[in-house]
């Protein structure tokens, strides 16, 4: 889905939180790590239990793990800004060195993990039941796991309303998906008031969790 698609469907209400972006760079060249242990002291590179060397920077606060073959993966940005910022100073400090000789690489975001709040509190019971490709166990885990088919996104859903979004490969992906889950709430009223968690029906509801059955099926629904 093209991002000019995306963001036609995108409510300015909706607000979106980036916590990480996880990109790989292809250099399209060698990497003597030998040389850039040389040359960069502070980084970490332990062969025998992993084959890539680990390039931390402050600014922006970000982790590059660098590869023989050129290829390397950065994690920590938490936008495309700083993104682009982190990979470029690494690119030139290795250059800087003669460790590579270009500095122009083929960037692809791989995964966007990032937060955001449907305006509410979740009926995570009811939301297991009618979802669809939903995993609820409230005693393995407080969250319900939603799986999206477009765009393809897995959701972490709490009760207070708050979701982690994984899998998005742009902020206005993302957003998208969190408009089009909070739709799907709203239509099955299942975004509630802070008043109905005093309410008997939540106690009754809160039994029910702690059965791990709802309307006579298990809390835990996973539908095809």
Known sequence: MSSEVVGAYIPKEVEVTI??????????EAIDIDAV???FPSVKYRPETFPGLVFRLEKPKTTTLIFRSGKMICTGAKSRTDLEEAIGKVLQMLKKKGI?????PEIKVRNIVSTASLGGNIDLDRAAYFLGRTMYDPEQFPGAIYRMDEPKIVFLIFASGNVVILGAKSEDESTLAVRRLREIFEEKGMILGDWKYSSP?????KRARTNRWFHGRPVTVSKP
């Open 19 to 28: 916590q990480n972006m996880v990109a790989s760079v292809t250099t399209g």
């Open 37 to 39: 242990v040389r040359n």
């Open 100 to 104: 590579i000789s270009q500095a122009k």
């Open 201 to 205: 029906s939540f106690h009754v509801l």
